[in-house]
């Protein structure tokens, strides 16, 4: 049943691929939707940092209650914790050296060093991107 959840998510992310932010004046409605599906219907831009609304959308569109917040860290508070990622589950990364400030998106794989991560506002957008495995919090299963 996990597995199965795990793949309807991605699925819903997949179809997300390549949404991005449009620079200048203009915000995505695609990306205040994320905001808006976890319950920040002030959110009317593409500026704020949107990975945590990506992820947040994901699980809320298969019926998985999400963390609802907008920091990545909030992440470490959900489902459980996992030291054998499989494909889906949540992995929440540090950003630079705050102890409040990170990253989460769905892992897809990994190489030698590096976590291959889904997620929103990676680059401006949702795509696929490697994070070094020094900067991995946790993996969380759901």
Known sequence: KKMNRKKLMLDVAMKEYGVQEIKGGQHNPRIVEYFKTVGHEWVDNDELAWCA????????KIGIRSTKKLNARSY??????????????VAVFSRGNSPVYGHVAFYVGETDGFYLVLGGNQSNQVQISAYAKSRLLEFRSY
């Open 76 to 89: 470490l508070e959900f489902g459980t914790r996992t030291y054998d990622p499989v494909i889906g589950d």
């Open 53 to 60: 609304a990506f992820v947040g959308f994901c699980l809320e």
